[in-house]
Every structure is written in structure tokens, then in C-alpha cells.
């Protein structure tokens, strides 16, 4: 039976819009090309080949078990994952994502970045690729007549360059040659203490055509915030994904590092992907979550129900490492609630103050660390399945929701527990997908508990 697999044609890798592709190449005079994936990490994979060679091959493949590596290089047991991969290692196939196609622009030969979906031997779209996860989430919304539209808020911290994992991590040095002091939320000065730096990610946002925003400090030290323009889910988790790459070479390039380690240093606040979400009527272009004279919608109230119940069992695409609980835990202004409020920043659910026509939800969850793919992929099935089952939400919160208690899970383990239990939402992100997926985190935790850790040396050595 097997040997059929391998006598199956590959997807074609050229179609007719890869005309237009090598249109784009030639006029920018391409010579180089990297063919990306975005990883169960959000982390780009792919190789690096001369553009001639990519134009003139059928196809660019890549081994399928890049999505079932975990982030220590390991790979989860044999049983969790046998019938999730192919045994013998196989390719996936690779198809640009025409519109995809940007200048790198931090090298100096000319180079084109190219998003790419995969695809199986058959044909089919690869289950375990996160891309197509989110495609297959964004699938049912075509279906009801809705197209999404989501704008993430991502947060990161500039830190002094670290080569020694047991060295906590520190504030960099800015223009005045000192490190930040006291809170600078907002401030200005403390923006332009890195000034070249963000001068130079601007410059390449906007040679590769990303969509970023606003920019501002947040209350961390050298901790910043960039905002998206509202747009398409795909659009937005490309866009993360490109400036997560944009902004770490940047960052080198200036001698510090861009990290997006949810809670990269004990204290100092967490960093977050907050989601702003709404739903449009595909045709007619109308807001669903609120009428022109700003009530508040049934489908609205499906939705944010639907967030609210669901979030427990999707946490672990907000909170994908056990660092991210860190945050949750003691992270200032993190949620570790699924309240929700008008313009409320102690709930998980914030609704922020807007004309009828921008009615959103602010889901304040994800941490920065996560895959974009995949916590807007989350986020959107929750909204999917409230609005499915007619669900209805609790009464808003008016004060301090954080004193109303937790209920979002406090660790990886519980994360990967819930996630575990019977849902639709492991039906909408795919089976496979969720096993694989639930694999690779219980292997990076399982690596994590291995490891001892100073403060056990620091208060069990000589008192135990
Ligand atoms: N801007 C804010 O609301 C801060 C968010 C906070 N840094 C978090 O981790 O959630």
C-alpha cells in the first residue's frame, strides 16, 4: 500500500499567477530567493537557492518533520506521533504564496522572500502546517458570508546581546549611554534613546510592505510596542511573521537583541500579542457586531460568548511555552481572566471605546511569544463556535476583573490538559494538527523539567 504514496504526482508547483511572480523577479532584478515556511513556532524554515534554480525546478520540497521538531531540537516519542507524520521522513511540497513575494531588505544581493503553503504528496494541504490551519479556520467564515478582520498589537523588548543562558537577561544602553530608568510608558525620549534602530526597521518595514502603525513605549524597560493596520487574518499573521525575522535582524545589527520571550525578565512586565477583532458582511462590507447607531449585535454577543468559553482549551496557542505562564502569572496587565469590558484592561476581553463601524474585541491573552498563525487561527475558531451554539456571554465587568479570580490555566501542563479534552475547536484546527501540536509542547516541557535550575541550587543545595 504504501509505495502508491510515493507514485503519486507532486502538486504542481507553477501556475499561471508564477507568471506574474516572474514578472516581479526580473523587474527587481532578483538573483536570490528564500523559499519560507512559517514553523510550529512561527519561526521561518525554508532554503535559500538562486532565483534561476527556483523558477526553472517543478517544485521545492522540504522534510515533513520540520513540524513535529520542538524548539530543543527534539522530537516528541515514537507513539505520540505515528500516525501523524509519514514513518520514512517524506517531503512536504512547497507553493509560493504569490502575494506574498518581498525584497529582503538586509542583504545585499538582490533577494526576494517568498511565503509558501505545503502540501502532501496527494495534493493535499499539509494538516500540520500552521498556515494551513489558519486557512482552514478562515474557510468556515467564507462559508457563513463573514470575512474577518483582525489588527495584533505586538509587544517586545530590546535586551543588552546575551551569549550566556545563565546570565538573566539586561536593559540595553540607549543614546545617552545610560540604561532606562523607572517606568517610561508613552514616553518619547525613551523611544528615541534607540532612534537609528528604529529608523532602520521602518526603512525595511517599508521595503518589504509591512503594515506597521504605531510604535510606543511600553512600560518595560526598553520595552515597545508596535501596532498592525486592521486587515485580512492571513495578511496579519504574514506580517507578524515577516517583522518577528525584521526586527531581530535589525536589532543585531544595532548589537542588541529584539526578543519576544513572553516574560523575558522577572522584574520587568510581560510582553503580549493583544488580537482586536470584528467581522464583516462579505458584499454589503457592514460591521456585524454593531448596528449604525451603535448597539451591540446578537452575532456580537455569540461571539464574545464564544471567546469566553472556549479560551481555557485554546490557551496553549496564547501561552505556547512554559515561560508564557510567567507572564500570565505575574505579568502587569496580563489577563488571567475570560471577563470581559468596555474599555477594561483587567479583563481578557476589552472592548475598546469606537465608532459603531469599528465595533472590535481586544483579546488580551496571547503572549508575544506565540505563532501568529495559530493564535489568530484560536481566537477566530472560538468567536466561530459561539456563534454557532447561539452562546451567550456574562455581564460585562465595570471595576477590576482581576479580583473576580482566574480561570485561565496557571501552567503548560494544565494548557496541555485542557486542550486534550473533547472539543469542536480540535475539530475545527484539525485533529492531526492538535496531536501534533500537543506532542511537541508535552516534549518541550518534559526537556524543561529536566532541566535543574539555579534557584533549586540557590535554596535546596545545603537546606533539604
Ligand atoms: N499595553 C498593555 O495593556 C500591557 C500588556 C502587558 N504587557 C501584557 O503582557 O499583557
Known sequence: MRHVWFNQQPKAFMNNETDQLKQWLKEKGITEIEALVPDMTGN?????????????????????AIFIQTVTGDWPDDDAIEDLVHPADVDLYLQPDTSSVRM??????????????????????????????LKRVLALYEKEGLQPIVAPELEFYLVQKNTDADFPLQPPVGRSGRPERARQSYSIDAVNEFDPLFEEMYDFCEAMELDVDTLIHESGAAQMEINFEHADPLSRADQVFLFKRTIREVAMRHDVYATFLAKPMQNEPGSSMHIHQSLLRVGSGENVFATPDGELTQTFKHYLAGLQTYTPAAMLFYAPNVNSYRRILFG???PNNTHWGFDNRTAGLRIPISAPEATRVEARFAGSDVNPYLAIA??????YLGMKHK??????VLGDAHELGANLPKTLEHALSLLQQPSELIDILGEKFVQAYVAIKYKEYETFFQVISSWEREYLLLNV
Open 378 to 383: 484560536a481566537t477566530l475558531a472560538c468567536g
Open 391 to 396: 452562546l451567550q456571554p456574562t455581564e460585562p
Open 332 to 334: 502587569d496587565a496580563a
Open 104 to 133: 529582503v531588505p538586509w542583504v545585499e544581493e538582490p533577494t526576494a522572500q517568498i511565503i509558501h503553503d505545503c502540501y502532501t504528496a496527494t495534493g493535499e494541504p499539509h494538516p500540520l502546517a500552521p498556515r494551513n490551519v
Open 44 to 64: 521561518a524554515r525554508g532554503k535559500i537557492l538562486p532565483a534561476s534554480k527556483y523558477l526553472n525546478s517543478e517544485t521545492t520540497r522540504l522534510p515533513e
